[in-house]
């Protein structure tokens, strides 16, 4: 393969060509990222999901019994546990523990706690974290009680274990003397130290895992799980903010409760943290499911449309506004820096040509919020072209969705070459599912299994796609493998970027996350153009340049039956200059990063970094094999 790569007249690059998506799905935000250790901490009820004991287990002679008391500790927060002696006990000491979410990992590190309590004991209460299996306790402190008479109030802590636990098979106990009488609980709640320190913050290991991505962008918070199903509770912005006793929680889209601690505010400082743009989704005024009115009428949508300003007041706003005044008083003056902002998810299944999305609900959330906030970048939901515009406007952006088979999504190579320039692209979601199939490139067959990871073809497959995307950067502002996390105790999705346990013993980066890296993480400003003697296929193919001389070139190869020769000039590289040469490769196509039975992750993939010296004519030479993906930079 002979190729002679121009310095210029491509197209410029997208900045936000790589970036992320999050909606909380396979438990992947409580449970997972979102950093709290309790599991079920404020018996957050709904519809849906009544409120539960799971998995609190009562400690000594106690008796756990759920409360709506009198006095609640907040209007979002009715439910409590009461904690009470058994009758005739004689057990001095009675509580409470908690699990955590399958397991709690202990180590002599920093724990911040807090609990709300509604007694009238007077005592010492004693917090500790203890093994489950053995008597070992790694930490334990003795509490004065703050108790006051029919009054709600806060116990806050910290925790400092002495030693490490051996395993995660450990608890969170809260004990006091049954002597005085039953004490009600609310909101406990306990955080190991955060990703940047951050108050009801992330999880460090995985918010690396998602930093190392280099990713430009986060669409956030769905995904499906904006939406609501038949029992119609959509995410909510503003029942998301503020303090944690003011957030009742929802009924999530994924089969559990969204405690909501991971909210509006959290997302946005995720962003910030991760230095990427936020790409907000907002409700759309369509619930999932078949139910009569699962689709809002215009009349009944017209709230929404409003509360979506507020939300975005409440973002952009200056603090003389009700709502930017509500977020200065959260300790945010400064607005966040909003730039996208998309209207719902995936209307596109749920209508077609004549869509009532495209009749009205786009519209009328594109020209109240256009005409509110010129500069917003407003992102359809559809994927195509049926909703581009409100009332004689246009939009700027619709959200293309693929969830594909290796084969075919080679084949759609070439999908945004002859795409809208004037209406770009995000492709909000992408990710190989499933195998191929005997026969021309096939759907998915939502039917059958997907995969349980990403496999290496898969991810060869998607390098190909984004390569694609690449060279139609001025049709692609970028792209968002989903779902991003797995939580391997509990997910109903797969297969997903990155799995870890609950317990942050175990992380897998994915063969699509290896892809990503590599990708994400050798960028250019403007693409140009390649002259070449063979076709695109079996090796695909985009190079760019950041000026001075400075070269990228990106391949993939796809079923070859023999190693590629490539033989690449750069106009104005001369003999003598240095280029790295990285390429990825696994044992075979069906090889996945997993986590094995021995409990360890696997990493099936190899990359191997190879200085190459231009020769004569300024010619690099090099050669590929069958499913490599690789990246020239000079
Ligand atoms: O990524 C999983 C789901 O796939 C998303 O929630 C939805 O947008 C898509 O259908």
Known sequence: INLQIASNGGNASSPLMYGLMFEDINHSGDGGIYAELINNRAFQGNREYPSTLEPWVPVGNAILTLQNTSIPLSSALPTSVNVAPKPHSNTAKIGLLNPGWWGIDIKPQKYTGSFWTLCSFQGTFTVKLQSNLTDEVFASLDIPSLCQHNKWVEHTFELIPHVAAPNSNNTFVIEFDSSSGSVNFNLISLFPPTYNNRPNGNRPDLMEALKSLNPSYYRIPGGNNIEGDIFHYPWRWNETIGPLTQRPGRPGTWGYTNTDGLGLVEYLNWCTDLDVEPVLAVWSGMYLGNDVGHILTAEALAPWVDDTLNELEFILGPVSTPYGSLRASLGYPEPWPLKYLEIGNEDNLYTNGSSTYAAYRFSMFYDAISAAYPDLKIISSTGDYTAVGGSGSTATLTDYHVYSRPDTLV??????????????????????????????????????????????????????????????????????????????????????LISFTADVSQTVLSTSWHVISLLSNNRYTSTVPVTSDSPIGPAYWVAGTSGNGKYTFKTAIYNSTSPLPFNITFEGVEKGTPGLLTVLSAPGGLSANVLEENGAPANVVTKNEINLVAGSGGLFEFKLNNWEVAVLTT
Do not use: C, T
């Open 411 to 496: 084949s759609m190579f070439n999908h945004f070459d002859h795409a809208s320039r004037e209406y770009k692209s995000l492709i909000g979601e992408y990710a190989i599912v499933q195998g191929n199939v005997e026969g021309p490139p096939q759907g998915v067959d939502w039917d059958l299994p997907k995969f349980d990871y990403p496999i290496w073809i898969g991810a060869v497959s998607e390098a190909i796609w984004s390569i694609g995307a690449e060279r139609n950067s001025d049709a692609v502002v970028g792209m968002s493998y989903a779902p991003g996390f797995q939580n391997l105790n509990s997910y109903s999705w797969s297969p997903d």
